[in-house]
């Protein structure tokens, strides 16, 4: 009776919308109690139709009461909390939340469930599973953590417990199954079926345990070769930085140094000019001043005294050497200028020549590249889906005169302009389009083909977009690869040098690439995949899946393959 009486004492201090302890007690107008938080949400949830209820007795209230803390009720609670009877039956508030499996036992609120029974297919909490373990009439009845899922060992035909395992049909029956349509069946017990499975099962978790541990070595080893790759590129860029600056310096010296030497040459020269420039100066300055003594003594007309201011005229300084004078015909500074220009080129060229093994020698650059176990090219075309890729042109790329429609996976040609913006990435004078995402590692895509000529291509980001054909179409410049497809034959180009392609001509093209191998395949595909020809290069940047249609009515989707 003790037992009881706190059950309901905990029953009567319990809040009947959260079925908790009460926290923080209020009482309504109409004397009922409830937590403070979850009456204020209920009736948070009422203020919409401006009248407030109480949950129990549906009284409502006109307007919304403003309740205070009970402040004698939380202190009961609070005793209730610390009574020893509370501590000693802690399974009377074990209650099944939303997630536990309930008691199927219990009545009113259900307590949360011990054990579920395959027999009686009933889940019991510990008070009601008592007699499972007193009475010999349960002793073969099995028990199981709880479950939720006891209906379903009931067979839906014949409302059986389904206690047999039918190997040819691989699944579970009951013994009237096993009478009728599973007649002469491969059957087993289910315990002996379970048995069975249960050690491929440890096989299995372990195969998986070993996987786990294989791949986190991996992970771990690829995390360090993510730190090398960083350290070693940080030093890279370092030092290419220090070698370049060092460049720099060298230049700026040599710079300066021709500098110098020219304007200590320009110095040098002007001194030596201005120097000869006074002498002449002053040589001119006296032949005037003797030009016009002579000029008076020309004028006298006493002949002793003529002959006496002659014969006392000073002689003439010595005159400067003309040949110091002569004057060359100089380029001034016209020969550095063109020595310095020879120099600059000279280390352009060399630059130039060189910077194709620099670039190279990055690209080159393949931690994975020693992969023991490389994955196989693949043969059939069902290899070649597991690498299927789902192409989505970009609109931003589409010349105007190509209309893009089906999810913009399809590309048709078209004789008038459409409007649209100007944007920068827009082929303006070639009739082709561009992939919104790259194409990295390995990818398999294919594109159908109706009417017309159409190029199916590859291509770098940064291919030219307006221009000439030669500079921006597919397959005329070593940015891009492309397959020209007509209604007879095939061509391949690359950097403008076309290659015939033999092969089955179809309306299906198939595309294979590997970018790290470097490998980008053409196939006609039918029932079968033939391949019409297959490029071995470098890829140095990531690359985008382009069309380029003719003025024909051409046109070309990329397929669903998936």
């Known amino acids: 009776m003790a037992q009881k009486r706190v059950k309901l004492d905990w029953e009567a201090f319990s809040c009947s ?30 203020d919409v139709k401006q009248i407030h209820s109480c949950p129990q007795c549906r009284k409502t209230f006109t307007p919304r009461p403003v309740l205070l803390k009970n402040t004698m009720l939380a202190d009961l609670v609070e005793e209730m909390k610390k009574t020893e009877e509370l501590q000693a039956s802690p399974a009377d508030h074990c209650y099944a939340g939303p997630e536990d499996v309930a008691c199927d036992v ?13 027999v009686c297919l009933v889940s019991y909490c510990d008070q009601h599973l008592q007699p499972h373990y007193n009475s010999s009439a349960f002793e073969k009845h099995e028990l199981v953590d709880p479950s939720k899922n006891l209906k379903e060992n009931i067979c839906s035909r014949h409302d059986e417990v389904m206690k047999i395992f039918c190997r040819t049909d691989q699944q579970c029956i009951c013994s009237l199954c096993l009478m009728d349509e599973h007649k002469g069946h491969d059957t ?22 070993q996987r786990i541990q294989d791949r986190e070595k991996d992970v771990k080893l690829l995390q360090q070769e993510v730190e090398a790759i960083n350290r070693s590129a940080d030093k890279a860029v370092e030092d290419s930085a220090k070698s370049f600056s060092s460049l720099i310096r060298f ?5 300066t140094a021709v500098k110098w030497m020219v304007r200590f040459q320009q110095k040098t020269e002007v001194s030596r000019v201005k120097e000869l420039q006074e002498k002449l100066e002053q040589e001119i300055t006296e032949l005037k001043r003797k030009d016009a003594e002579l000029e008076k003594i020309s004028d006298t007309e006493d002949h002793n005294q003529f002959l006496h201011n002659y014969s006392s005229l000073s002689p003439l300084s010595e005159s400067t050497d003309s040949s110091s004078i002569n004057i060359r015909p100089l380029r001034y500074f016209k020969d550095v200028t063109a020595a310095v220009l020879e120099v600059r080129d000279k280390l352009q060229d060399l630059l130039r020549d060189t910077w ?28 070649f889906l597991t ?29 008038e302009k459409r409007p649209c913006s100007h944007h920068p990435d827009r082929f303006t004078d070639v009739w082709q389009v561009l992939s919104k995402a790259s194409l990295t590692g390995r990818c ?25 054909s030669d500079e921006c179409g597919f397959g005329l410049n070593d940015k891009s690869w492309a397959l020209r497809c007509e209604k007879e034959h095939y061509t391949f180009l690359n950097n403008n040098v076309q290659t015939h392609v033999p092969g089955p001509v179809s309306s299906r093209v198939g595309v294979y690439l590997d970018h790290r191998a470097g490998t980008l395949s053409f196939y ?18 990531p690359l985008y899946a382009g069309l380029g249609l003719c003025f024909d009515g051409g046109t070309a989707e990329f397929c669903k393959l998936k």
Request: with cysteine; charged share 25%; aromatic share 6%.
């Open 387 to 415: 690498y299927s890729h789902e192409i989505t042109l970009d609109p931003n790329t589409a010349c105007r005169q190509l209309l893009l429609s089906e999810g913009n996976r399809k590309a048709t040609c078209r004789y």
């Open 188 to 209: 087993v017990s289910a315990a002996a079926e379970r048995t069975e499975r249960q050690k491929e099962l440890e096989g299995n978790q372990q195969n998986i345990q």
């Open 524 to 541: 006609s595909v039918t029932k079968t995949m033939t391949l019409l020809h297959r490029v071995q290069t470098t890829f140095t940047q």
């Open 17 to 46: 919308v959260c079925l908790d302890l009460l926290k923080d007690p209020v009482t309504t107008p109409c004397g009922h109690s409830y937590c403070m938080d979850c009456i204020k949400a209920h009736w948070d949830v009422e």
């Open 356 to 383: 194709a093994n620099v670039s190279l020698t990055v690209t080159k650059v393949d931690v994975l590249l020693s992969n023991p176990n490389p994955k196989p090219e693949p043969k059939t075309r069902a290899d």
């Open 106 to 118: 219990c009545t009113g609120r259900k307590l949360k469930a011990l054990k579920s029974c395959l």
């Open 251 to 255: 230049m700026k010296s040599k710079s």
């Open 444 to 468: 398999y895509w294919e594109v159908e083909l109706r009417g017309g000529r159409v190029f199916v291509a590859v291509a770098y980001k940064d291919i030219r977009r307006a221009g000439s």
